[in-house]
């Protein structure tokens, strides 16, 4: 049976000029990309506030990300875009200060692992297909805003204990999509040396849109702050406790009130924005591949059959698994990762200077011509076929790679297959006709005009 090929913006056949590469970017910097893209190894832009670099050779993305990962820190312009929201969190410091903030973290991801996380997932799975159970069969629905939610509700209960519910989902769901879409407008004026060009309105939405998210943090952090600061805690095991435990070795104190809502905010955004992305274009992938939905069902049948899910189930999921893991492939969360070169060096016969920025674009690395047969195909097969473990070794990357490799990754795999495998247990998700996503890339890779599929319910469920 022929793969299903999702659409994705068409490239253009050669690069635009740089007045037409800005105002494209400035909607999804996937509109900027061109046909060559796609098949280089390494190119070059150099814009009136910045060299830039676009590294696709396996080889290159290894020196940039781990081998020599000291010399190639994050570039700060993604950092500055998300300061309002994030702050001074482990996502958007280097250096010495980030070490600190890694070292007092690793600790709490203890509470993340899976046998303490598992029980959480499954209690706000099982919320999820209650929502789902309400709506008519066969209806039409934006699975984008179930995805968002059962990903924000899963991270909720791992740090904070408690579900999310009501209507501090919705303000939430609705701060997180006006500080995305604002995002571009503001990187971009600094990308190409024009920050007068940043609109104050946009500006002004986008602070008020994390000032929204914070303050929501900041109500359920205050009161266990304050208890745990005189020795009153209430007794939770979570990731908010572990941060409230966690000191620097060298001088032995804490995380500050502020720098504690930082870790917070960006747990919360990288705990469920980049799995709420990836499980919606999974179920849209799905919906155009019948015949690996009806697969998978078999497959949850004959491990997990009637009782509840457990744990150590998930793994045993092959096929569900790998339905995740090539929806990374075509649609990795986190299109592309920005670093600086601290000093000048040579790549491919090219001279990089110092203060230049590399971009690692696994976009384009998952896609690329010459690494991966049928590139643009939904293919979960192929993660047991021999010939792909080449090209998994050299390019496959949805996580990162190195010293700044996402420690959420295997959370992330065993939420997906608990949710992937309870979702098309008890539905048959079709497409919706006259309907196509539009992918854009922002902070992470949405579709510009949601997601639409019809739910049918299976007889069996």
Known sequence: MTPFCPAYPAPRKSRASTLLMFFSARHSWLDALYERSYAMHMGEVHLPGLDLYMV??????????????????KSPLLGEALKPLLGESIFTTN??????????????????????????MREATADMLERLARLPDGAEYDLEVEMTHVTADIIFRTIFSTPMRGEDARRIFE????????????????IYGVRWLVFPWDAWRSRRAAREIRGLLEKLIRPRFEAHRVGRPGGETDILQAFMDARDEATGQPFGFDELVDQVAMLFLAGHETSASALTWAAHLLAHSPHIQDRMVAEHRDVIGAREPAAGDMKQLTLTWNVFRETLRLFPPVGFM?????????????????GSTIVVAPWLIQRHREIWPQPDAFDPDRYEDEASREPLRRGYLPFGMGPRVCLGAAFAL??????????VRHHRLTPVPGHEPRPVGRLTIRSANGVRLQLHRRAAA
């Not at 920005?338 to 110092?354: D, F, L, N, S, W």
């Open 56 to 73: 696709n050779d396996p080889a290159l993305v290894r020196r940039v990300m781990q081998d020599e990962a000291d010399n190639f820190p």
């Open 414 to 423: 065993q939420e997906a297959a608990l949710i992937l495998s309870s979702l």
């Open 95 to 120: 250096g010495a200060q980030w070490q600190r903030q890694r070292r007092m973290m690793n600790p709490a991801f203890e509470q993340a692992r899976l046998q303490v996380a598992f029980p959480k």
């Open 338 to 354: 920005a670093r600086q070169a601290t000093q000048g060096c040579p790549m491919r016969k090219k001279q990089v200077e110092a």
């Open 175 to 190: 701060a997180f999509a006006r500080f995305q879409a604002l995002a571009p407008r503001l990187l971009l004026p600094s």
